[in-house]
């Protein structure tokens, strides 16, 4: 089985899966004022929340075909990937700030993808 083949598609569904969660957070800064249940409500009806489910369920989709094909074991942490979309994503889409810490934590999830795509040429 190459595995190599199906890393596109995990970076792909990494990608879903962080711009789901872009989504929910504009979803949930919109009402941020809003409380007790009148919250929920509003959250529910809310287009970037909804819309944001709506990616999420076709990210499960795609990460169920995944799971069908690559071990778990190598499967889950290339999720790290996501980790990575969503802190660049934050900082262009919501314009929040990188910490110094975040970029070593970038680097660490970056070398151990690296190692994990390195023996995914070998199986």
Known sequence: MHLI??????????MLESVTHIMLKIGANCHHQTQG?????EILSNKWVITGIMVHVAEMVIWILILKTIPLSVAFPLT?????????????????NIT????????FISSGLMIIIGEAFNR
Do not use: T
């Open 100 to 107: 110094k810490s975040e970029w070593v934590g970038i680097g």
């Open 5 to 14: 083949k199906w890393i596109p598609l995990v970076i792909f569904d990494s």
């Open 37 to 41: 249940l009148n919250y929920y409500i």
């Open 80 to 96: 790290g990937f996501q980790k990575i979309f969503v802190i660049f994503f934050s900082y262009f889409v919501l314009k929040e």
